[in-house]
């Protein structure tokens, strides 16, 4: 069965740090591209970020500099480190392999 599971989010306080955990099973994970994407209260659905199978990455500009995605292959694993954290980056946030999402992981910004 081919999943996608986020795990890792919660409360924190403004300035904060968080890192999301993403466990794949079912797919060759090493050569598959993997992604977060993220739904904001009352928004649609925005992409945060990507790695590649080669592990380049990619960031949306509200991001970039604060968050960090990286991934572990032997482990099925992908990580997205937040730093610096803002209200503003409230919101559920998905692990996605193509068409294959996650359940959501909750992450609430807030003092």
């Known amino acids: 069965q081919v999943q996608v599971v986020e795990s890792g989010g919660g409360l924190v306080q403004p300035g904060g740090s968080l890192r999301l955990s993403c466990a794949a099973s079912g797919f060759p994970f090493r050569t598959h591209k993997m992604s977060w994407v993220r739904q904001r209260p009352g928004k649609g659905l925005e992409w945060v970020s990507d790695?590649?199978?080669?592990?380049?990455?990619d960031y949306r500009d509200s991001v970039k500099g604060r968050f960090t995605i990286s991934r572990d292959n032997n482990q099925n694993m992908v990580y997205l480190q937040m730093n610096n954290l803002k209200p503003e980056d409230t919101a559920v946030y998905y692990c996605?392999?193509?068409?294959?999402w996650g359940q959501g992981t909750q992450v609430t910004v807030s003092s």
């Open positions: 790695i590649n199978s080669d592990a380049s990455t």
């Open positions: 996605t392999m193509g068409s294959v």
